[in-house]
């Protein structure tokens, strides 16, 4: 337990530079002391000591803000940054190197008992107020934007976003730090302005095949301003707008 304890206050440093020595880590980050009782509460559940686990975790609750089932499996370095609003149920699994922000839900989809949270690899990093829900699988350093909401399987290191959550970012675009944190929370990609932007472009090339044809186009009624407008010029600030 010392030695986790060790790892779960020294792993802080690497991933949250407001950290500033291990007495400010211990005594002041919620999910370092979530974590703390967790471990304790696992190691009740797993003996057979349902009620004091579950006891504990309560009071952890009450305290933390953070809400871990003791029934759940947490890997080593495992870390939640601010961590008010998180949930983590009861069959979720979470592998080593894990990184959660503040209102994240590892959350279930039945009522069935069994397995039906999901399971986090190693080296995943979920954004604020993302929720993944059911019995599915997080790949390793794979990462979940802000607020999606993940309900199927996610390969290895890619990035998921949107509602529901879309597969939009290899790893070889994303920016890593020496950590192994993508960090550009900022740019995640916007796959609707994308497709939005396709099929702008797709019709400035069939209005240009009908003016070449000698059949000049009536133009469209911009979706902004409600005129009959020239869509070229129309899809172009649009485009713009999107910062695709």
Not at 129 to 146: E, F, H, N, S, Y
Request: glycine share 12%; proline share 5%; hydrophobic share 40%.
């Amino acid at each position: 337990m010392l030695r986790l304890l060790k790892e779960d206050v020294t792993c802080v440093f690497g991933r949250d530079p407001a950290a500033r020595n291990g007495w400010d880590v211990l005594t002041c980050y919620p999910g370092v002391h979530a974590l703390m009782a967790h471990r304790l509460a696992h190691a009740l559940w797993r003996r057979g000591l349902r009620w004091p686990a579950r006891f504990l975790s309560y009071l952890s609750r009450a305290v933390t803000a953070i809400d871990i089932h003791p029934g759940a499996r947490i890997g080593r370095r495992f870390f939640i940054d601010h961590g008010a609003g998180v949930v983590i149920g009861e069959t979720a699994e979470v592998g080593d190197d894990v990184t959660l922000y503040h209102g994240v839900t590892l959350g279930g989809t039945t009522w069935s008992r069994g397995k039906r949270h999901p399971t986090l690899e190693d080296g995943v990093l979920v954004g604020a107020g993302a929720k993944i829900l059911g019995p599915i699988t997080v790949g390793r350093k794979a990462r979940v934007g802000a607020n999606s909401v993940v309900t199927k399987d996610v390969p290895d290191g890619m990035t998921v976003v949107g509602i529901p959550g879309r597969v939009v970012r290899p790893a070889t675009a994303r920016r890593l730090t020496d950590a192994g944190i993508d960090l550009d929370h900022h740019l995640m990609p916007d796959p609707v302005g994308k497709a939005i932007a396709c099929l702008i472009d797709h019709i400035n090339r069939l209005e240009a095949r009908l003016d070449s044809a000698g059949t000049p186009s009536a133009g469209v009624v911009c979706a902004s301003c409600g005129d009959l407008c020239d869509q070229r010029a129309c899809g172009a600030d649009l485009v713009k707008g999107l910062d695709i």
